[in-house]
């Protein structure tokens, strides 16, 4: 198929916001205004697509946000957008700016807002995977991902210092979703005792065990890292749990929470979108639709959104083997 003619393009940021999205909004529309293309910043995602905030962008609007975390784009998450008649009026919008392709980025919900608006109205689009969780195939890292693990990281290192000197135990819970790749980063990074994820379930008595032999070996300070949307439950509640088997423990629990997403993104998450922001824009101008833009060993490619949104992608089971090891 013939690559369409695309003068104007949409650019959008979509659910959770994640470290690195500006990097990837600036690229994209300094890469448009090298190709003489029109870009447009549709504000507050789908929503604002719906609602018409939709302005030209020019190069004041990107000054001086790489280095910022958050979108200054804004995000929302739409519900009108779910249905027929919220797509059709977000259609209309683009068309009455001219608007020919769509620059995505988001998360698996972003993109399948990506996807089935491409599949109704044929409005090309590239989706760039902006989210923390690194649950999205496609890509080694996700925008965002390496920031939140640097911060998840920093926190752990300074709740160690209080562990250590309280002799405390500590569950910290950290983000991903359904996916443990912050957990098991995070946790080989900050030398946690155990890290729990959803992709290998951990029965309370194995960490019970796990702690007693640490106790035995006189270990002055013990974390365990917890990923959100475990089947065992989140952090306070397997605190609660062994604090049955070891009444003996000064128990506490942090949930870092919504600290993980934010800050100024790190230098790899700069680069990271600075390379697909590019890759998004050359990509519809290739004929590219309906993808997904990552980087896999360090090269660009486009992977079927549907393909992206769907394959799961689990923790690199040499990454949990690593961590067992040096845990013990």
Do not use: W
């Not at 695309?6 to 959008?12: C, D, E, S, T, Y």
């Not at 997403?261 to 050359?282: H, M, N, Q, T, Y």
């Amino acid at each position: 198929m013939e690559p369409k003619v695309i003068k104007r393009i949409g650019v959008l940021t979509s659910g959770g916001d994640s470290p690195g999205m500006n990097a990837a909004i600036r690229a994209a529309v300094r890469t448009g205004f090298y190709y003489n293309i029109e870009m447009f910043g549709i504000y507050r995602g789908y929503e604002g697509m719906i609602h018409n905030e939709i302005k030209k962008l020019d190069s004041k609007n990107i000054a001086h946000v790489l280095e910022r975390g958050g979108t200054f784009l804004k995000s929302a998450r739409s519900e009108e957008f779910r249905t027929p008649e919220g797509r059709q009026k977000a259609y209309e919008n683009l068309r009455s700016h001219g608007i020919d392709a769509l620059v995505v980025i988001g998360g698996d919900g972003s993109l399948t807002g990506a996807h089935l608006f491409y599949k109704e109205f044929g409005i090309p689009a590239v989706g760039l995977p902006g989210t923390i969780d690194n649950d999205l195939s496609g890509t080694d890292s996700t925008i965002g991902f390496d920031t939140a693990c640097n911060t998840a990281i920093q926190a752990i290192d300074k709740i160690r210092d209080t562990a250590t000197s309280h002799d405390r135990l500590f569950f910290v819970e950290v983000m991903g979703r359904d996916a443990g790749f912050i957990a098991i980063n995070a946790g080989i990074g900050s030398a946690a005792a155990a890290i729990l994820i959803p992709e290998k379930k951990m029965p309370v008595e194995e960490l019970v065990e796990k702690l007693k032999v640490r106790t035995k070996a006189k270990k002055t300070s013990n974390i365990v890292i917890v990923a959100e949307g475990g089947k065992s439950g989140g952090a306070a509640e397997i605190a609660s749990k062994v604090k049955k088997y070891l009444p003996y423990y000064d128990i506490k629990v942090t949930i870092l929470g919504h600290l993980q997403r934010g800050g100024a993104p790190s230098s790899f998450d700069r680069l990271l979108a600075s390379k697909l922001g590019v890759a998004a824009v050359e990509g519809l101008l290739h004929g590219k639709y309906d993808v997904m833009a990552g980087l896999i060993n360090h090269k660009v490619v486009y992977t079927p959104i549907k393909k992206a949104i769907v394959d799961d992608k689990t923790v690199d089971e040499d990454d949990f083997r690593v961590a067992k090891i040096l845990s013990t």
